[in-house]
């Protein structure tokens, strides 16, 4: 089961692989850098109902604005089947 | 020979720094400290080099200031060994960056900082496998403690002896797909990570991140801090300085009458009163300002502020402000040039550089200058209305606060342009080490006892001299209608803003020989911080800005300013 959504719409604690990037050049130069590329795992740390989100990459923790947030397109289920 | 120092925002460059060079570098739990290069020389292997210690970046594609200057000063290739700031709790990540030092084929050397902490997390990085894999020599640091300080001495000592040794031989794909391909490879076989059981580290993270309870911990953060910084600053004057100064100091200093002097050299010198907050004697109100009225609050201020840097707790309180402060055109991370500002606007007016857009850079500028008076100001302030009820500092201070967000609101309506979101590693939370909190306490007290105190002196004497050579008369009668009209003030308040603009924290002190009313004091004291920014930040901000930003951001500022005072004396006198 691989249901796509966005890393806002992921729930708390869950984790998701990064299915692509909508954007331009600059923000996916930007998100990589980071770690945060197609194929990378993300997990949800903090979801607000309102303002920045908290997510955790390769062991560190990243706060991204919520338009951001709704441009990382993220598989649900890990497809590796671990949770 | 030349070294620079490179790395990702927060790994400890600055503190590697201070450490090779002995010059005090600031270093926070933040990222983004280290905004400027800074320059020194350290003696390595017999050897003297100059060292520059370049803005911490995540990648060569600069989208900030601080990040282009490193992306600048690396493909400059104007150095001879680069040493390179790798975190251990975060090898990834750093890996992604340390490609590009690779790329550049300058001798290199990777530190691999904070390998205490990693251990705390369960991660086990083996720095010979890491070493073979990148093609560069890797060598386990604790920059805190020193620890791996002694070897990387010796490896310089064979860089001295051959220096080919030290270029990187492997090639590593261009892609950024690939690369992070690479680095998966590089950690499954380098890195051994057991899992821990979530710590009060982590349960602290919830509190502080979930805003049910983040806001409320965040509000108890800010006015504790306040009382904290009042109550040390205020006990520290009563108890130690004001004693010290009026028990020991003054006596002696009262011999010199003994000597009979030319009046005029006297009263330049001990002022035309005895009490030392009215005189303007450049040895008694000119040594009483800085070290009794100021310093302490100095002290307490960056007591708290480091203690605050070191544990981490400011990122997180950029992200619960964040969806505040897009309301005045900021995101979360543009507070933080704004609470450095409370210490002193010069070094807030460089943290200026985090941020991307030029919106943002006014509008924090303009912020910074309206609503976040430096310690200095702020001491004289709570100094000036101590034998006031306490609701009249805070009506200062919450009009200051009222006065900057309506800038900000106004600013953000004016400036068409679009505030980027929030995007920011936000650090684990740490147990501040003693020593480097007070390491970096003397950092910030040697800076102003340095720069500030001499500029204090020195506009206490310049007040001095226009009082006997009767000049203030003059400026007064050319801005009296201004004031006395306008804001209910009397006139010589014209005299107060000629020094103000050389130092405000002067320019406050100035209105105690005035015997002002409560009210008066306020609406004084909320134009003399807001109107224009002291000499020495305009300096720096017209150098950040740019001339054109600069004089738009200065004048708009001087408007509201003259509004807001001008409202608030006819509040105050209805």
């Known amino acids: 089961m691989n249901k796509e959504t966005t890393l806002l719409k992921l729930k708390t604690g869950e984790k998701a692989l990064v299915k692509e990037i909508l954007g331009g050049k600059n923000v996916k130069e930007k998100l990589n850098a980071m770690g945060i590329y197609p194929g990378a795992e993300i997990k949800k740390s903090i979801s607000p109902s309102k303002g920045p989100i908290i997510a955790e990459i390769l062991r560190y923790k990243i706060a991204i604005g919520r338009g951001m947030a709704e441009k990382i397109i993220v598989y649900e289920n890990n497809p590796d089947g671990k949770s | ?574």
């Open chain 2, 1 to 574: 020979m030349k070294i620079i120092l490179t790395g990702n925002p927060n790994v400890g460059k600055s503190v590697v720094f201070s450490r090779l060079t002995n010059i005090g570098a600031v270093s926070s739990n933040y990222p983004g400290t280290t905004v400027e290069i800074l320059l020194g020389k350290a003696k390595l292997a017999g050897e003297t080099f100059d060292i520059s210690d370049v803005p911490g970046a995540y990648s060569l594609g600069s989208d900030n200031e601080a990040e282009r200057i490193a992306a600048e000063v690396i493909s400059s290739k104007q150095y001879d060994l680069i040493i390179h700031v790798l975190d251990a709790t975060a090898l990834e990540r750093n890996l992604f960056f340390s490609f590009s030092i690779i790329e550049s084929q300058k001798p290199v050397i990777f530190l691999l900082n904070k390998s205490d902490l990693a251990k705390n997390k369960g991660i086990y990085i083996d720095p010979k496998k890491l070493s073979s894999y990148l093609g560069v020599k890797v060598l386990p640091i604790i920059a805190t403690t020193g620890e791996g300080f002694e070897e990387l001495n010796s490896l310089i000592k064979s860089f001295i002896s051959n220096s080919s040794d030290f270029i990187p031989v492997k090639q590593f794909p261009k892609s950024e797909g690939d690369k992070w391909k690479i680095i998966g490879e590089i950690s499954r076989s380098c890195q051994r990570i057991e899992h821990k059981h979530p710590g009060l580290a982590e349960k602290l993270e919830i509190m502080t991140s979930t805003p049910n309870t983040a806001l409320p911990f965040a509000a108890a953060v800010i006015i504790s801090s306040f009382f904290i910084i009042r109550f040390i600053g205020e006990n520290l004057i009563n108890y130690v300085l004001d004693p010290l100064f009026s028990q020991y100091y003054m006596p002696l200093i009262l011999k010199i009458k003994d000597f009979n002097l030319n009046p005029l050299i006297q009263s330049f010198l001990l002022g035309k009163t005895l009490s030392p907050t009215e005189s303007f004697g450049i040895l008694t109100t000119g040594i009483y300002i800085p070290f009794v009225t100021v310093l302490p609050y100095i002290f307490s201020f960056y007591l708290i502020l480091s203690l605050t840097e070191d544990i981490g707790y400011l990122p997180r309180l950029a992200v619960i402000l964040d969806r505040f402060s897009h309301k005045i055109g900021l995101h979360g991370y543009g507070t933080i040039p704004l609470i450095m500002g409370l210490g002193c606007k010069v070094p807030g007016i460089l943290s200026l550089r985090i941020l991307e857009t030029r919106k943002e850079k006014i509008i924090a500028a303009s912020l910074l200058f309206l609503f976040s008076p430096c310690m200095p100001q702020t001491a004289m302030i709570f100094s000036i209305l101590s034998p006031f009820p306490i609701k009249y500092t805070f009506l200062v201070f919450g009009y200051l606060f009222i006065l900057g967000m309506s800038a900000g609101f106004i600013l953000n309506k004016i400036i068409k342009q679009e505030t980027p979101e929030l995007f920011m590693e936000i650090p684990p939370y740490q147990i501040p080490s003693f020593k480097m909190l007070i390491f970096k306490l003397k950092i910030r007290l040697k800076e102003f006892i340095k720069d500030a105190v001499p500029m204090i002196i020195f506009g206490v004497a310049l007040i001095n001299i226009l009082d006997i050579s009767g000049s203030i008369e003059k400026i007064t009668s050319f801005f009296s209608p201004v004031f006395s009209r306008l804001l209910n003030l009397p006139g010589e308040m014209g005299a107060l803003m000629a020094i103000g603009f050389l130092k405000k924290d002067v320019s406050i002190a100035m209105l105690a020989p005035f015997n002002l009313t409560a009210s008066q004091l306020v609406t004084a004291s909320v134009f003399l911080v807001s109107y224009m920014p002291c000499a020495a930040s305009l300096f720096v901000l017209r150098k950040e800005l740019g001339i054109k930003n600069f004089f738009a951001a200065v004048s708009f500022n001087f408007i509201i300013s003259l509004f807001f005072t001008w409202l608030l004396s006819a509040i105050l006198n209805f």
